[in-house]
């Protein structure tokens, strides 16, 4: 693999040798260059401002050095930026699986590590890894029966809801096999996850409501139409990171 299409990794763990015998396993796949080694949050975010990341193996529990939070702060802190690189855990303990998968950690790797599986998850990382230039070039739902196909570009929503995900269009909403997390993945920066069971485009955000309740976006064509938009809830932890989104590309307001 040339090294152009290397994955650009960091590795957060703070033990040294579990950290280093990480970085031997990743760089022997010849699948990853491993960018930084770091031991600490804090390392891990001044690492971060030089080369952009594809992905980072974040180990959970921090405990050498006497930091009381954990690398799932990080995630927490990162996971719904539009630039955030993938995340894989890489850990003693399965008990935050759940939790990791919903905030969109693409893979869970449990020590002791062994070669066969770093590289299993390296094959995976490069699989879901976005596309450089452009995402999917078409997305397959299903209609009963029938598959249907339709233009990424067109997609307003993806949502999971009663253990299925759905996909919603101007054509309609339909299902689809994949997890949002799997979507999320191979979208890269296209859509933005609002809500645990929310992915939008941005580009068909027409409103966002906020109220002591909390907020909701309209998506879709047009406003208040019925079949040319829909509602979905935002999240208040991710309602912050929504706004500044939405204000990134957009003028009219004045900015604080």
């Not at 990480?22 to 260059?33: C, G, N, Q, Y």
């Not at 630039?83 to 939790?99: D, G, I, R």
């Not at 485009?201 to 047009?222: F, M, P, Q, S, W």
Request: hydrophobic letters at 45%; glycine letters at 6%.
């Amino acid at each position: 693999m040339s090294e152009a299409n290397l994955l650009k990794t960091l590795v957060l763990e703070d033990e040294w040798p579990t950290r280093n015998y990480l970085v031997k396993l990743i760089e022997d796949t010849h699948r990853a260059e491993v960018i930084g080694a770091v031991a600490t949050l804090e390392e891990a975010r001044e690492a971060m401002k030089g080369s952009p990341l594809d992905v980072i193996f974040v180990d959970v529990q921090l405990a050498a050095t006497g930091d009381a939070r954990t690398g799932l702060d990080l995630i927490r802190s990162m996971a719904r930026e539009t630039s955030a690189p993938m995340f894989v855990l890489a850990t003693a303990s399965a008990e935050h699986s759940l939790e990791a998968f919903d905030l969109g950690v693409v893979d869970y790797i449990l020590k002791p590590y062994t070669e066969d599986r770093v590289e299993q998850c390296l094959k995976r990382l490069l699989d879901r890894r976005p596309s450089r230039a452009h995402g999917p070039r078409r997305v397959v739902a299903r209609r009963k029966k029938s598959l249907v196909f339709l233009d990424p570009d067109s997609i307003w929503a993806f949502e999971a809801a009663d253990r299925l995900t759905f996909v919603h269009s101007p054509e309609g909403r339909f299902d689809i096999d994949l997890s949002l997390a799997a979507i999320e993945a191979s979208f890269g920066r296209a859509l933005f996850r609002v809500h645990r069971n929310w992915l939008i485009n941005l580009a068909y955000v027409k409103e966002l409501d906020r109220d002591i309740g909390g907020a909701t976006l309209t998506v879709g064509r047009d406003m208040g139409l019925e079949g040319r938009s829909i509602q979905v809830p935002v999240s208040q932890d991710r309602s912050k990171a929504l706004r500044d989104a939405l204000l990134e590309n957009a003028t009219g307001l004045r900015r604080p």
